[in-house]
C-alpha cells in the first residue's frame, strides 16, 4: 500500500494534482498487477500537509519505527467501536462469485432503484448463515451494531420486504442462473438430483382459507392443515421441498400448501427441472414419493428414477422380494445388496435388497429394551376381569413404541404379542429400493439412496443453524421468499464446507477472530481490519477466498 499521485491538464493548461491512498492488486484478466485506489484525499493544493504527517507518523508507530516517535510527540489512541467481520466478508465473496447480485440487477427493471433492494436481500441472507433474526431485528439491530457491513447501513426496513418481493418474483431466473454459477464454480455432479419434503408449522390458530394475488399471479392459500412430519398436527403447515446434488448442494426449493400430498409434487418438481441441462439426471426419492402414478410420470420421456419401497404385510415386496432365495453381495463394510426381478417383460419390475449388519444389531438391541419395559409395564397393570380398560392400557395400547408388540386377549386382557416382535425381526437392518435404470448395478442404486442423507442434512441445518421456522410472515409471496433466502444461506454455508473441509459453524467461529476496529488517532479516524492470525490466512486460502482490505477509511478525526 502506498500514497499515490496522480494529475490531470485542464482545457487552459493547468495542471490538477490529487493524493490517493492504493495498493497493487493482482488482475488474472490481464495477467498483471494493477493499481485498486482504498481512499482518495482530495486535490492536492487544498490538502492540509500536516494530515498527511500524522497518518505517515501513526503508521510509523504502529509497524514500530522509532522515528514515528521523534517526528512527532505519542498522542493518545481513541478506540471507539468493533464490529465482527471475517463472517461475513466470506459470505459476500461466495455470493459475488455466484453472480447473484448481477443476476438480480438484470431482472430489475429500474437498476439504480433496486441496488438497495439487491443489498437488503443480501444482509438477509448473511443474517440467516451467521445469527438468524427477524426481518425486524436484522434492520435495526443486527445490521448497525453486531456487523460489519456499511453498504446496509443506510438501507430503510422498507428494503428488506421490497427486496423479498423481487426476489420472489424472479426465482424462477436467479435459481436457474445461480445453479449454473454453482455447477461450474464447483464442479458439482448434477447426474443424481435428491428430491425430498418437510413440513413447516407456524404457531397460528387457523388456517388460510382464500386465494390472494399479486401482479397477475395468483396464490392460493398456504397455511393448511396437513399431516405434519414433526407431529404438529395442531396448527397449520406449509410443505417445502428441496433437490439437492449428492454432495448436499441446493438445486432448488419449492414451497406447496399445507395439505398437499408428498406423491403429488413430483409432477411440479419435474417439470421446473425441465431443460436445466442436468445430465443424465436420476432422480432419488424416499418412500413417501413411490407410488405407480409417480413412477410413469418421472418415467416419460426416459426419466430414470430410484425409489424407496415401503415394507408392508402380504404386499409384493414382503412375499417375493424379501422371501427370494439369493446371495447377498458385499459392497462396503457394512452394506451388503441382492437384486431381485419380479414380473416378465413390460411389467418386469427391479428391486434391491439392501442389508445393514450394524442396524440391524442396533434395532435388534433397540426392540430388546422395548420388549423388557413392555414386559415390566404389563406386569405392573396386574389386570382383572373388570380392569381391561385402565388408562394405562389404553395408552399402551395406542403407544406407537409399545402397541405394535401388543395384542389383546379373548377376555380384554392385554400381552406381548411374541409372534409380531418376530415378524419385526425380517425387517431388520434391510430396506428395499426400485429403479428403472438398468445400467445402473445393484451397488450403485443401494449407495445412491444411501445419499439421499444429505437431504436430511439439509433439512437440519435449514431447521437448526439456519432457522427455518419461526416464520413471522403470513402473505404467500413472502412466505416463499423466507424459504429461498433460507436456502441460499445454505448453499453458501455448503460451498464454505466443501471447500474447507470443516463444518459451518467451526468455519463460522474461526472467522469470528477477523474484526473491524474504528479508532482515533494523530487527528485521523481510521476503520481498520485486525491483524490476521496465521491459522486465519490458512482457512481464507482453503476457502479461496482473498484477505479482507487492512484499510476502510481514512477521515478527519471528528467525523464517524
Not at 432419488?284 to 426416459?302: F, I
Not at 402397541?403 to 437392518?429: F, I, M, P, Q
Request: aromatic share 8%; with cysteine; charged share 30%.
Amino acid at each position: 500500500m502506498y500514497l499515490r499521485t496522480t494529475q490531470r491538464r485542464n482545457a487552459d493548461g493547468s495542471v490538477v494534482r490529487y493524493h490517493q491512498l492504493a495498493e497493487n492488486v493482482w488482475d488474472p484478466e490481464r495477467g498483471c498487477a494493477v493499481a485498486r485506489v482504498v481512499y482518495n484525499f482530495g486535490r492536492a493544493e487544498q490538502l492540509d500537509g500536516q494530515v498527511l504527517r500524522r497518518l505517515a507518523a501513526s503508521i510509523l508507530r504502529v509497524a514500530g519505527d522509532g522515528t514515528a516517535q521523534a517526528a512527532e510527540p505519542a498522542s493518545e489512541v481513541k478506540l471507539h467501536r468493533s464490529w465482527p467481520y471475517g463472517g461475513v466478508w466470506v459470505l459476500s465473496q461466495l455470493w459475488s462469485e455466484l453472480g447473484v447480485q448481477q443476476l438480480l440487477l438484470k431482472q430489475a427493471p429500474r437498476r439504480r432503484k433496486a441496488t438497495k433492494l439487491v443489498q437488503g436481500i443480501f444482509a438477509m441472507v448473511a443474517n440467516r448463515a451467521l445469527d438468524p433474526y427477524s426481518k425486524l431485528h436484522c434492520w435495526e439491530q443486527w445490521l448497525t451494531e453486531e456487523v460489519f457491513l456499511p453498504e446496509a447501513w443506510e438501507l430503510e426496513l422498507h428494503h428488506l420486504y421490497l427486496g423479498m418481493d423481487l426476489l420472489e418474483r424472479h426465482k424462477v431466473e436467479l435459481e436457474k442462473g445461480v445453479y449454473f454459477a454453482m455447477a461450474d464454480l464447483m464442479n458439482a455432479d448434477v447426474d443424481l438430483v435428491f428430491y425430498d419434503t418437510t413440513s413447516l408449522h407456524f404457531e397460528i390458530d387457523g388456517e388460510d382459507e382464500s386465494t390472494l394475488q399479486r401482479r397477475g399471479r395468483q396464490y392460493p392459500a398456504q397455511r393448511k392443515w396437513g399431516k405434519a412430519k414433526n407431529r404438529r398436527d395442531d396448527v397449520p403447515q406449509v410443505i417445502v421441498g428441496l433437490a439437492v446434488t449428492r454432495e448436499g448442494l441446493p438445486v432448488r426449493s419449492w414451497v406447496f400448501p399445507g395439505n398437499t400430498a408428498d406423491v403429488t409434487t413430483v409432477e411440479r418438481v419435474k417439470q421446473d427441472l425441465r431443460g436445466w441441462r442436468l445430465g443424465r439426471c436420476v432422480f432419488v426419492g424416499d418412500a413417501g414419493m413411490n407410488s405407480e402414478q409417480n413412477r410413469q410420470r418421472l418415467a416419460l420421456g426416459g426419466g430414470k428414477y430410484i425409489l424407496a419401497t415401503k415394507i408392508r404385510g402380504g404386499d409384493e415386496v414382503t412375499k417375493q422380494v424379501l422371501t427370494r432365495a439369493g446371495r447377498y453381495q458385499e459392497v462396503a463394510d457394512n452394506l451388503r445388496v441382492k437384486e431381485v426381478i419380479v414380473g416378465d417383460g413390460e411389467r418386469r419390475r427391479r428391486y434391491v435388497l439392501c442389508h445393514n449388519p450394524r442396524e440391524e444389531q442396533r434395532q435388534r438391541e433397540h426392540r430388546a429394551r422395548i420388549v423388557h419395559t413392555l414386559e415390566a409395564e404389563l406386569a405392573s397393570l396386574r389386570q382383572t376381569e373388570g380392569e381391561c380398560h385402565s388408562k394405562r392400557a389404553c395408552e399402551l395400547r395406542t403407544s406407537e413404541r409399545f402397541g405394535r408388540y401388543l395384542r389383546t386377549t379373548a377376555g380384554g386382557r392385554l400381552e406381548l404379542d411374541r409372534s409380531a416382535v418376530k415378524a419385526a425381526e425380517r425387517y431388520d437392518g434391510k430396506w428395499v429400493v426400485t429403479s428403472n435404470d438398468d445400467t445402473l448395478t445393484a451397488e450403485d442404486l443401494a449407495l445412491g439412496y444411501k445419499q439421499l442423507m444429505r437431504v436430511e442434512q439439509c433439512w437440519r441445518q435449514l431447521k437448526g443453524g439456519l432457522r427455518l421456522r419461526p416464520v413471522f410472515h403470513y402473505r404467500p409471496w413472502r412466505i416463499h421468499a423466507h424459504v429461498t433466502l433460507t436456502v441460499f444461506a445454505l448453499l453458501l454455508e455448503r460451498i464454505a464446507e466443501l471447500r474447507a473441509g470443516d463444518t459451518w459453524r467451526n468455519l463460522r467461529d474461526q472467522l469470528a477472530a477477523i474484526k473491524v476496529i474504528e479508532y482515533e488517532h494523530a487527528g485521523a479516524r481510521i476503520r481498520q481490519t485486525t491483524e490476521l492470525e496465521p491459522h486465519t490466512k490458512a482457512l481464507l486460502k482453503r476457502l479461496k477466498v482473498a484477505p479482507p482490505p487492512t484499510i476502510h477509511t481514512v477521515q478527519p478525526a471528528g467525523q464517524s
